[in-house]
């Protein structure tokens, strides 16, 4: 699976143009440059839109939490599935088991494989997604989270200065020398 080519998370959608540079991108980070290309195949996914009503600095997003395939692991090996068994003396007795990948897609109203997947996590679920997977398991697996512009030192005057590709490339010119 392809990296973000911005933020660097996996499950890359869009092939997009910045600043002439195509470069693959995730939904969140697709609204950065002009969509040329969805790699969804047909399944047209729209990118995150982002809030430019608020300053930057004071701008709350949500996330996924990191480790989010060992919550999901965690709180369905916790879920214990009750069944009636009939023992050699011809007894009832209730087991307890863990509940299965595919118990809690059913349950979700995802497919296991996928689920299976996000659990190892080879892939990231969609806010969306972990949000039905949260209400499944009774779990979080979404948190919100401030967005800070870090003030760079830049010429006169010492104001912030956001980070462009001109910028990305002359620094890897510079650890080059």
Not at 106 to 119: C, F
Request: net charge positive.
């Amino acid at each position: 699976m392809v990296d973000c080519d911005i933020c660097g998370r996996k499950g890359v959608s869009f092939i997009i143009e910045v600043e002439g540079a195509k470069m693959a991108a995730c939904p969140r980070c697709a609204y950065h440059g002009k969509i040329l290309h969805s790699l969804d195949g047909g399944k047209e996914e729209e990118p995150a839109k982002m809030d430019y009503s608020t300053p930057k600095q004071f701008r709350i997003e949500e996330d996924l939490v990191d480790g989010y395939g060992r919550r999901i692991r965690k709180a369905r090996e916790a879920m214990k599935v009750t069944e009636e068994e009939i023992d050699e003396y011809g007894k009832k007795v209730k087991k307890a088991r863990a509940m299965t990948i595919e118990e809690v897609a059913r349950k979700a109203n995802v497919r296991a494989s996928w689920l299976d997947k996000v659990e190892n996590e080879k892939i990231p679920p969609t806010l969306e997604e972990a949000r039905k997977l949260e209400k499944a398991l009774g779990i979080r697996l979404v948190e919100k989270v401030e967005v800070s512009a870090t003030p760079s030192a830049g010429k006169g005057g010492g104001g912030s200065k956001e980070l462009t590709l001109l910028d990305m490339l002359e620094m890897q010119k510079k650890k080059r020398e």
